[in-house]
């Protein structure tokens, strides 16, 4: 495998599913420009808005989503993880779901497994009101760009995911992401980072930025690191297409280096 060029996209998406679709068909061209061969779009790229106009509208946002996602990657010959959107599940809920592309179609699809329910200064989030959690951790593994681990956001809080992934071999970690502000400003590069260094893998990042409606607001700051836990790229708080190479002899490297995951006890 050689090494090979990878962006993350930073977006401010909102309510609005058209205007959402245009930005993300904008920045993954610009992205494609740059030559980049794998593009990851990060959680809720498509629709950020209400809860029960999420529910009420999950088949069309998941059609018009995937329908997006498989056009830009024929379009551009690139394989392209649109980071999440909602799909409907059963009992009035939907999935949160991440859905790795290619140009022959879909290539592997991820449900959310940990979801966001939390208290935070002056608001509450709670997820699971109407997502359907997911159980399986998902992979991809391509002769093009290794073995790609995936999961959304919230999941970057439970390293158990990880080393199942790391487990099964993942070289790269997918952690599409609309952290809150509040949250991000604290803990988003920590618990990516982190999540790089104690399985040795690259970690691709993107991330939502922004005010989207009512209180929500995102962090930003897209990332994307090596297996060192070496920060490669960084958006900062406003739409933006990051790249970096990555190099499977660093995977490599570092593996030998620091054996870690030949060292488990538990």
Sequence with gaps: ?????????????????????????????????????????????????????????GEEIARRSLEFLISSARQHGAVILGGSFPAP??????????????????????????????????????????????????LHA??????LGMSICYDVRFPEQYRTL??????????PAAFTKYTGQHHWDLLVRARSVENTCY??????????????ESYGHSLIVDPWGTILAEARDEPAVISAEIDPKRIRDVRKQIPSLQHRKM
């Design 203 to 216: 970690a691709i990042a993107p991330a939502q930025c922004g005010h989207h409606f009512g209180k929500r």
């Design 1 to 57: 495998m050689n090494s090979y060029l990878a962006a993350a996209v930073q977006m401010n998406s909102t309510p609005d599913l058209d205007a959402n679709l245009t930005q993300a068909k904008d920045l993954v061209a610009e992205a494609a420009g740059l030559h980049a061969s794998l593009i990851a779009l990060p959680e809720n790229f498509s629709f950020l808005g209400p809860e029960k106009e999420k529910v009420d509208r």
């Design 166 to 175: 790391s487990n099964r071999g993942a070289e790269i970690l997918f952690i």
């Design 89 to 138: 599940a059963t009992g009035g809920k939907t999935w949160n779901r991440s859905v790795l592309t290619g140009p022959k179609g879909a290539l592997a699809t991820y449900d959310k497994i940990h979801l966001f329910d939390v208290e935070l200064p002056g608001q509450t989030l709670r997820e699971s009101d109407t997502v359907e959690a997911g159980s399986e951790p998902a």
């Design 142 to 147: 391509s002769e093009e760009f290794g073995v």
